[in-house]
């Protein structure tokens, strides 16, 4: 599966905290994150993380564009839910336009832990293979 990792600066540091927590079912797929995200994962656990853009600078619209070509199958999107996050328009924008896509989609997202660790452990358990069906990968020859 296909995991898309994003995290607001306040929440860097417990998504990769999570990463390390789940570190062995995240190796058996295949996972994206944001910039800075994705580059403190890859530091902390030595996972292969597809870099994508810093999200502030283009990373969560390549993630909204993956989305919206059925390219993501699960996202974990810590959120940071203070004031300057909420009072910051363009990002509330995009963040409303990445949950709207996952809503749209049926794209299981997490924007807590509490939520994470159920999606990982549903992901760990088989009960997300559903998902292959909406997006199939074809080994091509």
């Not at 599966?1 to 306040?10: C, H």
């Amino acid at each position: 599966m296909q995991i898309a990792i994003i995290a607001d600066d306040n929440k860097k540091e417990l998504m990769t905290q999570f990463c390390i927590a789940y570190c062995g079912i995240l190796s058996k797929h295949d996972l994206c994150a944001t910039g800075t995200t994705g580059k403190q994962i890859t530091e902390a656990t030595g996972l292969s993380v597809e870099l994508l853009m810093a999200g502030t600078v283009g990373g969560e619209e390549q993630l909204i564009s993956r989305i919206e070509y059925d390219e993501i199958d699960l996202l974990l999107f810590f959120r940071d839910t203070t004031a300057r996050r909420v009072n910051n328009l363009v990002a509330k924008d995009i963040d409303n336009q990445l949950l709207f896509l996952c809503d749209k989609k049926n794209i299981p997202t997490a924007t807590n832990i509490a939520t994470a660790e159920v999606l990982i452990m549903a992901l760990d358990r088989g009960d997300l293979a559903w998902r292959e069906l909406i997006n199939p990968r074809y080994n091509i020859n």
